[in-house]
């Protein structure tokens, strides 16, 4: 049963791939619109998660302004996967006149003389686009994706964003990611990392949004191992005036600053905490492209102590 469900989970997605890239395009955003809203309407665990983080980060709304917050949370990200099953049909100029930067002079500095930079991102907007965009025109990019379940699904997966020009590299399952990553930085690449999410186990604890959260240590670890320059990235829609169409806007953050005293470790929670603080306002501005559907903040990872326990802990 569970080989049973592979199957039909890689079939779905290359249906997907192959469906979706025939319709018009307006159509195809439709109907991930109406997707969007019957996930919304069923309210599943996934819905239910995504509720749950806008409500911690955007504490000031009442039920009503949640429900809509949340549905057009599910429609951004339902269109992120629209636009993940056409993006390999998309020109360079198409690509191009959707995104629009902002703050990207001092990374282009950077990578013009001969400097690799490291990118702190979260799960906002539409990072297989800008991570499209950004090695065409700014420079090679290499990062890291998740291994998925199944192993055929994760395979498209790779094949796609191979497809799009970016290097790959496995989270898990390939051998020492760090040090393949430190590799990687001796010229001028963009390696713009997943982070405001710990899989590893070995994440840092900041602050975000007033509650606490792990955070992927990696982008920090590079940036103090290898002397590079890490940059918070945040991403977003803007719906084009009059028009059903959204744009890409990127924006690269303020250079984090390295601490000029501290152990190793206090640096990069600085440093981590810094790029936490940009990506939190961020996602305050801009909540429905932020494409959280898992637990993020640590009141929900970590059990509460009920009374019994609390009894126990103290005899």
């Known amino acids: 049963m569970s080989r049973l469900g592979d199957l039909l989970a890689v079939s779905g997605f290359r249906l997907g791939w192959g469906t979706v890239r025939r319709l ?63 993006l390999p049909d998309r020109s360079r100029a198409g690509i191009e006149a959707q995104v629009v930067v902002e703050g990207d002079a001092p990374v282009r500095a950077e990578l013009a003389a001969g400097r690799p930079v490291v990118c702190f991102l979260g799960h906002l907007g539409n990072w297989d686009i800008a991570g499209a965009w950004g090695t065409r025109a700014l420079a090679p990019v290499v990062t890291v994706a998740e291994r998925l379940e199944p192993e055929e699904v994760y395979a498209e997966f790779l094949q796609f964003r191979e497809s799009l020009g970016m290097t790959i590299l496995p989270l898990t399952g390939g051998g020492d990611v760090f040090a393949q990553l430190r590799g990687h930085l001796a010229g001028p690449v963009l390696m713009p990392l997943l982070a405001d999410r710990d899989l590893t186990a070995r994440g840092i604890e900041v602050d975000l949004c007033g509650h606490r959260s792990k955070m992927a240590a990696g982008p920090a670890a590079l940036a103090l191992a290898s002397g590079v320059a890490l940059f918070p990235v945040s991403i977003h829609y803007r719906r084009v005036p009059g028009s059903w169409r959204h744009r890409v806007v990127i924006t690269f953050h303020d250079r984090v600053e390295v601490p000029a005293t501290g152990t190793t470790r206090a640096k990069a929670v600085a440093m981590t905490q810094q790029c936490a603080d940009a990506l939190g306002a961020a996602i305050v501005e801009h909540t429905a492209d932020w494409h959280m559907l898992q637990r993020v903040f640590l009141e929900d990872l970590e059990p509460r102590p009920t009374a019994d326990t609390a009894v126990e802990a103290a005899s």
């Not at 809203?37 to 709304?61: C, F, H, I």
């Open 24 to 86: 018009p395009e307006r159509a195809a955003y439709a109907a991930f619109d109406r997707v969007a809203d019957l996930t919304v309407a069923r309210g599943g665990k996934g819905v239910q998660r995504l509720r749950s983080n806008y409500a911690k980060v955007r504490p000031e709304l009442d039920g009503d302004a949640l429900d809509a917050l949340v549905r057009a949370g599910m429609r951004s990200y339902m269109r992120y996967y629209c636009e993940a099953f056409r």
